[in-house]
C-alpha cells in the first residue's frame, strides 16, 4: 500500500497520560500536515511541515501538543498529560509541491478516546 | 477569516436520483477549491480539485464547479447509488502573502443513498 499509513488506528487513554501517534506519508511527498476532526465538524489545522521543518502552527495546537518529522520522513504527534476535550479524530496528509495545485492525500486517522 | 459553509448538513435520496450538493465560502481570494468524500471513521479521499481559474471538473458521475466572484461551488452526483453514501467535504486554499495558508474545511453534507 502506497498511500499514508497512521499507526494506531484507535487509541484509548486516561486523562493525565501521554499518547503518540504516528504517520507515514506516501513516499517523496515533501508536505506532511496533521489536522484534528470531531464529531460532526470538519477537520482542522493543527501544523505542517515541509520536508523537515515545522513551517506552520495553528493556535489549537497548546503547549500540551508536540509535533516532529525528523529527517522529512514520518512524523510524530505527541499530546502530553491529556484532556477529555483532546478526543478526536487526528488526520495526517501528505503533498508533493505547494499551491497552486497542491493536492493533499490524507490517511485513515487515529481516534483517540480520553476517559 | 475564511469560513467554509456546506448546505444541507444531510440528504437521503433514493437510488439512482441525481442531486447537488452546496458548498459557499466568505472570501473569494483562493488558489483551488477540493470536494472530499469521507466514510464513518475513515480518512478522506480526494474527489476533485478546481482551481481559481476554472469554472468545473469532472470525474465520472461527479461534478464539480466553482464560482469564485460568488463565494459558490457545487457538487453533482448523477445517477446515485448505495455506494455513494458518505459525508462529503468542500475545502478552500485561502490565498496569502505567505502562499502557505491550509486548507479550510467545511462541516461536510451526510448522504444517504437508499436501494
Known amino acids: 500500500d502506497t498511500g499514508v499509513s497512521q499507526n494506531p488506528r484507535h487509541k484509548i487513554t486516561k486523562r493525565g497520560q501521554n499518547v503518540t501517534f504516528r504517520c507515514d506519508p506516501i513516499s517523496e511527498h515533501n508536505r506532511l500536515y496533521w489536522y484534528r476532526q470531531t464529531l460532526g465538524q470538519g477537520p482542522e489545522f493543527l501544523t505542517y511541515?515541509?520536508?523537515?521543518?515545522?513551517?506552520?502552527k495553528s493556535r489549537l495546537l497548546s503547549d500540551r501538543f508536540s509535533a516532529e518529522r525528523p529527517k522529512g520522513s514520518f512524523s510524530t504527534l505527541e499530546i502530553q498529560r491529556t484532556e477529555q476535550g483532546d478526543s478526536a479524530m487526528y488526520l495526517c496528509?501528505?503533498?508533493?509541491?505547494?499551491?497552486?495545485?497542491?493536492?493533499?492525500?490524507f490517511g485513515s486517522g487515529t481516534q483517540l478516546s480520553v476517559l | 477569516k475564511q469560513e467554509v459553509t456546506q448546505i444541507p448538513a444531510a440528504l437521503s435520496v433514493p437510488e439512482g436520483e441525481n442531486l447537488v450538493l452546496n458548498c459557499s465560502f466568505t472570501?473569494?481570494?483562493?488558489?483551488?477549491l477540493q470536494w472530499f468524500r469521507q466514510d464513518p471513521g475513515k480518512g478522506l479521499t480526494s474527489l476533485l480539485l478546481?482551481?481559481?481559474?476554472?469554472r468545473e471538473q469532472t470525474s465520472g458521475r461527479l461534478n464539480a464547479s466553482l464560482d469564485k466572484s460568488s463565494g459558490r461551488s457545487t457538487l453533482y452526483i448523477a445517477a446515485s447509488q448505495p455506494g455513494d453514501s458518505a459525508t462529503y467535504l468542500c475545502?478552500?486554499?485561502?490565498?496569502?502573502?505567505?502562499?502557505?495558508?491550509?486548507?479550510?474545511f467545511g462541516k461536510g453534507t451526510r448522504l444517504s443513498v437508499i436501494a
Open positions: 472570501d473569494s481570494a483562493i488558489y483551488n
Open positions: 496528509a501528505s503533498s508533493l509541491g505547494g499551491v497552486p495545485n497542491e493536492k493533499l492525500f
Open positions: 475545502a478552500v486554499r485561502p490565498k496569502s502573502y505567505s502562499g502557505n495558508t491550509p486548507l479550510v
Open positions: 478546481i482551481q481559481s481559474s476554472q
Open positions: 511541515f515541509q520536508n523537515e521543518a515545522q513551517l506552520e
